[in-house]
């Protein structure tokens, strides 16, 4: 089975520091790993995925985040953070021959404070 | 390009009642996935089709709940009777799916439902 945890229900930042979310992973054969953005009253937003290849990935809206197999993680970061940054981001994984696709996050609630 | 369409984006209707929530999925996907979000569950996967075939409907929480997909183009979510329980985001996706996990999902705007 896989699973996501994201520690952190609720992250509070300053308007113009960097950020991170935090995400983990647990499934058996290669993780495949991505974040989502929903706003109010929006659909999920696709920001980012990894694959293969290079463990730090970048994304929309200035978004990045890197894949550390060892500590199967995937945190989500930004240099500088904007207000307008502020919603709800889900980590998801999925693996090879995964029959179910996406297994979400709990998601956290990101406020950028100005 | 329009992206994933879901109708109505808001549905109120009384315990008993039968609802049906609708998705079009972006042209060219061959894969439709239905999720429900609450706050208490977070977001759930209730069923996914593949070329327009359900595989894995494990997630439906009971038999009220049922889902169709006709053609490419078209699926409906229906709740008969509905539950003041049922009461959640529900949303579509769809993947154009290369069947090796590694496909982007794309989401609709959500119907909100709340069942009095």
């Known amino acids: 089975a896989q699973s996501v945890a994201q520690p952190e229900d609720q992250v509070n930042v300053a308007e113009g520091n960097p950020l991170t979310v935090k995400c983990t992973y647990s499934v058996s054969g290669n993780p495949y790993l991505f974040w989502y953005v929903q706003y109010p009253n929006r659909g999920l937003q696709f920001l980012l995925k990894?694959?293969?290849?290079?463990?730090l990935v970048k994304g929309s809206y200035g978004f990045e985040a890197e894949f550390n197999k060892s500590q199967t993680s995937f945190h989500l970061k930004k240099p500088s953070a904007l207000v307008s940054d502020s919603a709800l981001y889900f980590c998801a994984v999925s693996a090879s021959g995964s029959a179910r696709q996406l297994t979400f996050g709990s998601g956290t609630q990101l406020t950028v404070l100005p | 390009d329009a992206g994933v369409i879901q109708s109505p984006r808001h549905e109120v209707t009384e315990m008993g009642q039968e609802v049906t929530l609708r998705c079009k999925p972006i042209s060219g996907h061959n894969s439709l996935f239905w999720y429900r979000q609450t706050m208490m569950r977070g977001l759930e996967l209730l069923i996914y089709f593949n070329n327009n075939v359900p595989i894995d409907d494990s997630g439906m929480p009971e038999d009220r709940f049922s889902a169709k997909m006709p053609n490419a183009s078209f699926s409906t979510l229906k709740i008969q009777p509905s539950e003041p329980r049922d009461s959640a985001v529900y949303f579509c996706?769809?993947?154009?799916?290369?069947?090796?996990?590694?496909?982007?999902?794309?989401f609709g705007p959500g119907t909100r439902l709340t069942v009095l």
């Open positions: 996706a769809s993947s154009q799916t290369s069947g090796r996990g590694t496909d982007t999902q794309y």
């Open positions: 990894y694959i293969t290849g290079d463990n």
